[in-house]
């Protein structure tokens, strides 16, 4: 059974840090591409930030991580805005041989202004 588990979310003023953590079990964590994304309210879920097995990342103002010993994927959010408000996601995706693709049940950051 796979299990994503996703925390570290909470409530921070604007300009604050939080760091969120998934970890995943289930799965060899290591040939997986780990994601994080979110979704606001009102608003589709979008891509936040990404890492490959072999450690490539994409992402924008957040530092993604992984530690495949700890099974554990990180996004380390500084500078924090209140539009960065939005529940966020745990991803683990495979696409090689088969198509394998499991999410987390998410962990809220609010942002207060």
């Known amino acids: 059974q796979v299990q994503l588990v996703e925390s570290g979310g909470g409530l921070v003023q604007a300009g604050g840090s939080l760091r969120l953590s998934c970890a995943a079990s289930?799965?060899?964590?290591?040939?997986?591409?780990m994601g994080w994304y979110r979704q606001a309210p009102g608003k589709q879920r979008e891509l936040v930030a990404t890492?490959?097995s072999d450690g490539s990342t994409n992402y924008g103002r957040f530092t993604i991580s992984r530690d495949n010993a700890k099974n554990t994927v990180y996004l380390q959010m500084n500078s924090l805005k209140p539009e960065d408000t939005a529940v966020y996601y745990c991803?683990?995706?495979?696409?090689?041989?088969?198509?394998?693709?499991?999410w987390g049940q998410g962990t809220q950051v609010t942002v207060s202004s």
């Open positions: 289930g799965i060899i964590f290591s040939l997986y591409t």
């Open positions: 991803n683990a995706k495979r696409t090689a041989p088969f198509r394998y693709d499991y």
């Open positions: 890492i490959t």
